[in-house]
């Protein structure tokens, strides 16, 4: 089963916002609720920034926002700081109980 | 919560390896549990999952035969033993223990495998 479409790379200035999108089907973003958001650096283990398409870990910052339409899901990270670089992975339950994850998109503060 | 993975070694193509994730701080028996390996050149991949008996084991159809999760709940230890390993394989290996909403809210840091001759 394919990967989730993301964009490879974003960028931003210190204090804007940038969105990237993850682009599912009918099967998986379209149908169901469980979409997740994966913060990766380097050395360091994955984290989870959201959850269940809109929700947030406690500790995680609230610059960190998300939503779904139809077959596309969002995550926002506004107020963008040096330490939100990184890398972005979303994540899908799809029929057949299979989880997908995205292609990943590096976010890059200029 | 904790999860240390270990067994990540240099090994050659065809060679095997065993991978180990202990965890703790929560009652392991009580989730399912993944392998994802991560790639610079592939992003994400979940490799193998296992559910809290033991009992249900998937994986990705590329290891399929060569790649074997278990579980011992009574050490709190995840384990994958890889088999016939190729070059396509090398990568980060992380486990992750997975929620009911189909998300995973705490991963180990990982161990590095690399397929090389």
């Known amino acids: 089963q394919s990967a989730l479409t993301q964009p490879a790379s974003v960028s931003g200035s210190p204090g804007q916002s940038v969105t990237i999108a993850c682009n599912g089907s009918f099967s998986d973003v379209g149908s169901y609720n469980f979409v997740s958001w994966y913060q990766l650096k380097p050395g360091k283990a994955p984290q989870l920034i959201i959850f269940e398409v809109s929700h947030r870990p406690s500790e995680v910052s609230v610059r960190f926002s998300a939503s779904k339409a139809g077959n596309t899901a969002s995550l926002t990270i506004s107020g963008l700081q040096a330490e939100d670089e990184a890398d972005y992975y979303c994540c899908s339950y799809s029929t057949g109980k299979k989880i997908l994850f995205g292609e990943g998109t590096k976010v890059t503060v200029l | 919560v904790h999860l240390v993975e270990s067994g990540g070694n240099v090994v050659q193509p065809g060679g095997s390896l065993r991978l180990s994730c202990e965890a703790s701080?929560?009652?392991?028996?009580?989730?399912?549990m993944h392998w994802v390996r991560h790639s610079p050149g592939k992003g994400l991949e979940l490799v193998a999952s296992v559910s809290g008996d033991g009992a249900s084991p998937s994986y990705v159809s590329s290891v399929v035969g060569r790649f074997t999760i278990s579980r011992d709940n009574s050490k709190n230890t995840l384990y994958l033993q890889m088999d016939s390993l190729r070059r396509e394989d090398t990568a980060t290996y992380h486990c992750?223990?997975?929620?009911?909403?189909?998300?995973?809210?705490?991963w180990g840091q990982g161990t590095p495998v690399t397929v090389s001759s």
């Open positions: 992750a223990r997975q929620r009911v909403a189909f998300h995973f809210d705490f």
């Open positions: 701080g929560f009652t392991f028996s009580n989730y399912v």
